[in-house]
T-cell receptor, first 114, second 112 residues
Framework: QQQVKQSPQSLIVQKGGISIINCAYENTAFDYFPWYQQFPGKGPALLIAIRPDVSEKKEGRFTISFNKSAKQFSLHIMDSQPGDSATYFC?????????????FGSGTRLSIRP | NAGVTQTPKFQVLKTGQSMTLQCAQDMNHNSMYWYRQDPGMGLRLIYYSASEGTTDKGEVPNGYNVSRLNKREFSLRLESAAPSQTSVYFCASIGPNTGELFFGEGSRLTVL
């Protein structure tokens, strides 16, 4: 019940296309859903996050879509660029005040072909 | 502003050797964390320190010990390294109001 399942494991998208990464969770107590972006040789960095009281959050080319009833959320990258090539982690937590309650997905390696 | 700094960046150990990974943050954060990252496994929490003077086990604490030396520094020690501890280790701290995790650049450890 604590797992966050992420798919796909890897994804190749043409430049200009839409990249979509999906996550699903079981624990309805989760109330904070961040996405982290990690470039090779670097630590992950927060990209965008959402709370379950909204169905969508957009920041530039990055959008989180959230379906509370299905217990699923996804990251959409519009007009994907080679610079977006990275590993993406979804996560879920019960409260945003402590990382001890954050559960990470297994990660998606995204490659954008020029 | 360096953020979270980890040392060393790379280390090769033989089975049974010990070593300590160092971590320091300059953001005045109370809470600090150690994760390990393995292919297809995401980020798994090893230990955390909610505040200076306290430490608690995370998801995968076996084979590790930690010390919260002061508010800035949080070290991870492997007393007797095993090949299963070959991984990339990340230290992180959390912003007090946003819940944002700030990660170091990682320490790649290989145990032969």
């Amino acid at each position: 019940q604590q797992q966050v399942k992420q798919s796909p494991q890897s994804l190749i998208v043409q430049k200009g296309g839409i990249s979509i990464i999906n996550c699903a969770y079981e624990n309805t107590a989760f109330d904070y859903f961040p996405w982290y972006q990690q470039f090779p040789g670097k630590g992950p960095a927060l990209l965008i996050a959402i709370r379950p009281d909204v169905s969508e959050k957009k920041e530039g080319r990055f959008t989180i879509s959230f379906n509370k009833s299905a217990k699923q959320f996804s990251l959409h990258i519009m007009d994907s660029q080679p610079g977006d090539s990275a590993t993406y982690f979804c996560a879920a937590s019960m409260g945003e005040s402590s990382a001890s309650k954050i559960i990470f997905g297994s990660g998606t390696r995204l490659s954008i072909r020029p | 502003n360096a953020g979270v700094t980890q040392t060393p960046k790379f280390q090769v150990l033989k089975t049974g050797q010990s070593m300590t990974l160092q971590c320091a943050q300059d953001m005045n954060h109370n809470s600090m964390y150690w994760y390990r990252q393995d292919p297809g496994m995401g980020l798994r929490l090893i230990y955390y320190s909610a505040s200076e003077g306290t430490t608690d086990k995370g998801e995968v604490p076996n084979g590790y010990n930690v010390s919260r030396l002061n508010k800035r520094e949080f070290s991870l020690r492997l007393e007797s390294a095993a090949p299963s501890q070959t991984s990339v280790y990340f230290c992180a701290s959390i912003g007090p109001n946003t819940g944002e995790l700030f990660f170091g650049e990682g320490s790649r450890l290989t145990v032969l």
